[in-house]
């Protein structure tokens, strides 16, 4: 190997230096490769496994790795967006024979995330395209409440996670993105253009494969998109005009981003001169209510929905202690007993084989589901331990999503996803 050849690894991750970096990715045979199932890509991409991690390795540029390097860890960890995690960047390659090869970037692979052409397969009905599209439209207005212009947004750039009946959108490509201070409202019509054109495009691709309904029209797809778009983001950011007797509003508009999933961090208030009117805005706003309140309560890490789900199991759970006591407890002393004594017992409970099927917090809000049919099927209470044996026996049917490979996409899809794509 040339000594130019340059690894810049974040720590808590391997360093590389075994695999084959004088070999163009396309050609790669090394044993620590995995086929993993993904949506289609304009580089050669190649998955290597390190014990239960699997690692993405993107061919391009230099200066394109470095940078979409830096933009990756600043939407994940400076602005708390649902991204893939950067993990590296090699560099300064040379064949074998001294010839220049490109630079690569590492990304860790998103468990239990789906390519949206395994979801569509799955599941073809008019709510899955629902929950795929409301998904990719928080997403969206996510980033641009962030200052981010993605510029190349489509299903194929974007991977899913399941999150307690819907679904939750994670940017996977970022090359073509940029940090603005304020993005522009023409930028974001342009971003929404954008996204029209790719994700037709890629439903009109999948009818020609003949994966997708021809009853399917990609145009009204997209169209609902833009509606969700614009009516999610007028929610968030729309100026109120108040009387000030009424600043009870306030606190209403406050209360309604919440049960959307949203905080309010700052409010931007503006009184007439004569002091007959208010107008209010929100002036940052973050997506997370839920999770940042589940969190406090119990350290678990969900995703916004899986909060919604399980802080509403922790207030039933609350209501039972309090009535079988007969007393209040305090929050802090009913999310603790919750977790130690009915979440944490059902995610154990779970054979090791089987919990590559649903990440915890979906075994456990699929066991509450299943628990719920029991009872109306017998006509009578059923308890988690009553429950969990069926579910676990049922458990073994359903494909393991937290590494989703070719083989179970062949079997829901009957044809294989792209594993590496060479386009240029």
Known sequence: MSERLRIVSRQGHPDFLDLPWDTELASWTHPRLATVARGVARHVVRFVRYGDRVYALKETGAGAAHREYRLLRRLRDDEGLPTVEAVGVVDGRRSRDGEPLGAVLVTLHLDYSLPYRYLFRLDQSEGQRRRLIDALVVLLVRL??????????????TLF????????AYLVDAETGEFHPTLADELRHHELEIA??????????????????????????????????????NELTRTDELDPAERWRIEERIRTINELGFDVEELTLERSPDGTRIWVRPAVVEEGHHHRLLRRLTGLEVQENQARRLLG????????LSAREGRELPEAVVAYRWLSERFEPVVAAVPETLRDRLEPAEIYLALLEHRGRLAERHGREVDNDEALVSFLAELPTRPPERLLDVDEVEAVAGVAEPVDDETP
Do not use: K
Not at 144 to 155: T, V
């Open 144 to 157: 641009h409440l962030a200052g981010f212009y993605w510029g190349d947004c489509s299903l194929s750039n």
């Open 161 to 168: 996670r399941r999150d307690a009946g819907a679904l939750a």
């Open 196 to 233: 029209r054109t790719n994700i037709a495009g890629g439903l009109y691709d999948m009818q020609a494969e003949g994966r997708l309904p021809l009853e399917v029209d990609p145009v009204g797809v997209v169209d609902e998109l833009e509606a969700r778009y614009h009516a999610l983001w």
């Open 313 to 320: 199991a922790i207030h039933a759970y609350g209501a039972w």
